[in-house]
């Protein structure tokens, strides 16, 4: 029996510089799964969904990479199998 694809879905918080928040804002626009849901002093929150831990962890080294971000922090992950979503 093949494995079960996997959704991954997570919260981060992004530290960038205030007077960068329209940069980090499009180059976050090109990374894939990401939504961009709020931004105030320098702190944005975005949800992510993918299909594996390691893609969570690739969009967030490519996040820190944005000029202007101080970091990236995940606050919340969840993950189950991609049949049990679709079913739900």
């Not at 510089?17 to 929150?45: F, H, I, M, Q, Y």
């Amino acid at each position: 029996m093949p494995r079960s694809l996997e959704v991954h879905i997570s919260s981060l918080v992004i530290q960038h510089s205030p007077d960068r928040t329209d940069a980090v804002r499009a180059a976050a626009a090109a990374v894939a799964g990401l939504e961009w849901c709020a931004a105030e002093n320098g702190k944005a929150v975005v949800t992510l969904v993918t299909a594996s831990a390691a893609e969570v962890v690739d969009r967030i080294a490519q996040l820190n990479a944005v000029p202007g971000v101080h970091g990236t922090t995940m606050v919340y992950h969840h993950y189950e199998p991609a049949d049990a979503i679709d079913a739900a």
